[in-house]
C-alpha cells in the first residue's frame, strides 16, 4: 500500500517534470463563476464567447478548448500563432495567459493575466462558457 | 398638437434615423464587438480604454464594412420659465419638442490603418444641414525602444476632437444637451469656437498604452467652403496657424484606470477676415480620468477638468467695441456616472466658470446678456438614461442602438448673478432645464 502510494507520488512528480509549468501551477479545476468574471473583465471586449462564433479583435474563443491555434476563419492570425501547430488545452492556454508576447513576440495580444488564479478560472470558464 | 409633433418625430427617428451624437453601429459591425465594448454605458460617446484605443487607432480596427450610419436625437425641453423670446425660428418660449439632429456617417475603416469619423447633420431645430465631424485618421503601429507604439495623423475640422479621452469637447458629460435654453457666454475657444470653420493636421503618438501626446496646426476654410459645407462663419480668418497640443498619460490598472493630461490651444484671430489687429486666444487645461470597470456590471466613471483662457482683444480695441484688451475665463467641471449592466444609468456634474468683468464685452439683453458684466455661470446637472441594447445578446446587435434620458441642469448663478442677471429681470434659476431625450443609432 505504502509501495503503491510511493510509486503515484513518483509518477505524478515525473510527469509534472515532464510537461513543466513554467509560469506556476496551474490549479486543479478554477472557479467557472469567478472565471466569468475574469473573463468580463478582461477578455470580452475583445473576444466573443458566442455560439454565433464572432470575431472581434481577437478570434472568438467558443470552442477554444481543444483546437489547434490559428485557425478561426475570417481571423488574421500572427505569423507565429498561424504556424505554431499548437492545440489549445488547460495547459497551453494557461502559458499563454502568462506571457501572450513571451510565446508568440509578434502575437496580435499584448496583455495576458499576471495572477495565476485568474488563469484557472477563466480558463474553467472557457472549457463550458454557455 | 405638441404631443402629436413628438409622435411623429419619434417616429422618424425610429425609422429614418436618429441618435445620440456619437454612437456609430458602422463601427460595430466592423468590429464585431457591441458598442459596450467602446462605450461604458453601452452608448457613445463616452469611450472605454478599449475604445480610446479604436479611435487612437484611426477607427479602422476590423474589417471593411459599408462605413454608413445614421443617428438622431428627439427631445423635450421646460425651461422654469418661459424665455423672453421663442427659442428658435420654429419653436415656442416654452415646452419645445424637436429633433435636435438627424446625422448621417461615413464613420469606418476604409483602407487596413485609415478610418473616418464624418457627420453631416441636420438640425430640425435650425431646417438646416451642415458638415458636422470630419475626421480622417491613418495610423500605423511601430516599437519605440521594444514597446508598442502607434504612430497616427489626423485630418479634422475641430481642436480637440482627436482627443481620446474627450474631457474638454462636446463629447464630455453631458454629451447631449438642449439647444432650446439659453447660452450662457462666456465659454472658452477650445470648448466651443472655430469648430467646422477650420482644417487642421494632427500627428499623434500613443506610447506603450499609456503616454498620448498631439500637436495640430489650423488654418482657416475659406468663407465660399464655408458656406458650401453649411456652416455659420462665426469665428474669422486665423492670423498663421491655430496651434493645439495634447500630453496624457494613462495608467490602466486592469479592472479600472486613470489617466491624467495637459491640453493647450493658441490661436491669433481676424474676426472679419480683414488684415490688421487680431483676437489672440491662449487656452491651456488640466485634466483627471477614473474609470471603474470591473466585470462591466457596475462601472463608475468620473471625469475633472480645469480649462483656462487668456484673451487679448487687439481687434475689439483697436475697433473701438472694448476699452479693455485683456481678459480671462476659467472654467471648471467634474462628472461622475454609474451604470448598471450597461443598461441604466445616473450621472452628475458640477460646473462653474468665472472671468473677467468687462461690460463691453457682456452686456445686458434679455434671457441671454449680463447685467454685472461678468459671465460667471455656476450649476449642476443630474441625468438618468436607460439603454436597452448595445450588448452582444442584444436582438438588434450591431445594428440598432437605442438610449432614452432625462436631464436636469440647475443653475446656481448664470452670466455673473443669480437674480436680475440680464438686467431685465431674469433670475439663474429661471432657466433651470428639464431635457427629455430619445437618441437612436442604426
Known amino acids: 500500500m505504502r509501495k503503491t502510494a510511493q510509486a503515484a507520488v513518483l509518477t505524478a512528480l515525473i510527469f509534472a517534470a515532464a510537461v513543466g509549468v513554467p509560469h506556476g501551477s496551474l490549479r486543479a479545476a478554477g472557479d467557472h463563476e469567478a472565471g466569468a468574471d475574469v473573463f468580463d473583465a478582461y477578455c470580452s471586449d475583445c473576444h466573443s464567447v458566442s455560439p454565433k462564433g464572432t470575431n472581434r479583435k481577437g478570434p472568438t474563443l ?37 506571457n501572450p508576447r513571451g510565446m508568440f513576440a509578434d502575437g496580435k495580444m499584448k496583455k495576458g493575466l499576471p495572477k495565476p488564479e485568474d488563469r484557472a478560472n477563466v480558463i474553467a470558464y472557457l472549457q463550458r462558457p454557455d | 398638437m405638441k404631443f402629436a409633433k413628438l409622435f411623429f418625430l419619434m417616429i422618424v427617428c425610429a425609422f429614418a434615423g436618429a441618435s445620440p451624437a456619437f454612437a456609430v453601429p458602422s463601427y460595430s459591425r466592423q468590429t464585431g464587438e457591441p458598442c459596450t465594448s467602446c462605450h461604458y454605458g453601452g452608448y457613445g460617446p463616452a469611450l472605454t480604454p478599449h475604445g480610446r484605443e479604436f479611435k487612437i487607432n484611426g477607427y479602422s480596427d476590423g474589417k471593411f464594412v459599408l462605413p454608413l450610419s445614421v443617428t438622431g436625437v428627439a427631445s423635450f425641453t421646460h425651461t422654469a420659465k418661459a424665455q423672453p423670446e421663442a ?78 479621452f474627450q474631457s474638454f469637447s462636446e463629447m464630455s458629460f453631458p454629451h447631449d444637451s438642449s439647444s432650446l435654453v439659453p447660452e450662457h457666454q462666456g465659454i472658452p475657444l477650445l470648448t466651443d469656437g472655430a469648430g467646422g470653420q477650420v482644417i487642421g493636421v494632427n500627428p499623434y503618438l500613443w506610447f506603450d498604452d499609456s503616454i498620448y501626446a498631439e500637436i495640430g496646426g489650423y488654418r482657416s476654410l475659406s468663407p465660399k467652403l464655408i458656406d458650401k459645407i453649411g456652416v455659420e462663419d462665426e469665428f474669422g480668418k486665423i ?71 487668456h484673451q487679448k482683444r487687439d481687434f ?127
Open chain 2, 316 to 442: 475689439d480695441v483697436a475697433e473701438g467695441d472694448l476699452e479693455r484688451r485683456g481678459h480671462n475665463l476659467n472654467s471648471v467641471k467634474a462628472s461622475v456616472s454609474y451604470y448598471r449592466d450597461n443598461t441604466y444609468g445616473l450621472s452628475g456634474a458640477l460646473f462653474s466658470s468665472w472671468g473677467t468683468r468687462d461690460t463691453d464685452l457682456f452686456e445686458a439683453e434679455e434671457g441671454g446678456g449680463s447685467r454685472t458684466g461678468k459671465a460667471n455661470t455656476s450649476g449642476f446637472i443630474i441625468q438618468t438614461d436607460f439603454t436597452p441594447f448595445g450588448k452582444e445578446d442584444s436582438p438588434n446587435s450591431p445594428w440598432m442602438n437605442l438610449r432614452v434620458g432625462l436631464q436636469y441642469t440647475g443653475y446656481f448663478k448664470f452670466n455673473g448673478a443669480a437674480h436680475d442677471y440680464d438686467g431685465f429681470g431674469r433670475d439663474a434659476k429661471d432657466n433651470n432645464t428639464v431635457y427629455g431625450f430619445i437618441q437612436v443609432a442604426l
Open chain 2, 87 to 164: 427659442a428658435s425660428e420654429h419653436d415656442s418660449r416654452n415646452n419645445n419638442f424637436a429633433i435636435d439632429e438627424v446625422v448621417g456617417w461615413v464613420a469606418g475603416r476604409i483602407l487596413p490603418h485609415l478610418g473616418t469619423f464624418i457627420a453631416v447633420e441636420y438640425s430640425e431645430i435650425e431646417r438646416h444641414a451642415e458638415l458636422d465631424h470630419f475626421n480622417i485618421n491613418y495610423t500605423q503601429p511601430l516599437k519605440i525602444a521594444g514597446k508598442d507604439a502607434i504612430l497616427g495623423v489626423s485630418v479634422n475640422n475641430a481642436p480637440g476632437s482627436t482627443d481620446p
Open chain 1, 62 to 98: 467558443y470552442g477554444v478548448m481543444g483546437r489547434r491555434a490559428g485557425i478561426v476563419p475570417g481571423f488574421a492570425y500572427s505569423a507565429g500563432m498561424a504556424k505554431s501547430g499548437l492545440t489549445w488545452n488547460p495547459q497551453t492556454l494557461n502559458n499563454y495567459l502568462a
Open chain 2, 239 to 309: 492670423s498663421g496657424v491655430t496651434t493645439y497640443g495634447r500630453l496624457a498619460y494613462q495608467k490602466d490598472f486592469g479592472k479600472q484606470v486613470a489617466s491624467i493630461g495637459l491640453v493647450g490651444l493658441r490661436s491669433r484671430v481676424h474676426p472679419e477676415r480683414e488684415p490688421g489687429p487680431t483676437n489672440k486666444f491662449t487656452d491651456w487645461g488640466l485634466d483627471a480620468t477614473y474609470q471603474y470597470l470591473g466585470n462591466r456590471k457596475n462601472i463608475v466613471a468620473a471625469n475633472l477638468t480645469y480649462l483656462h483662457e
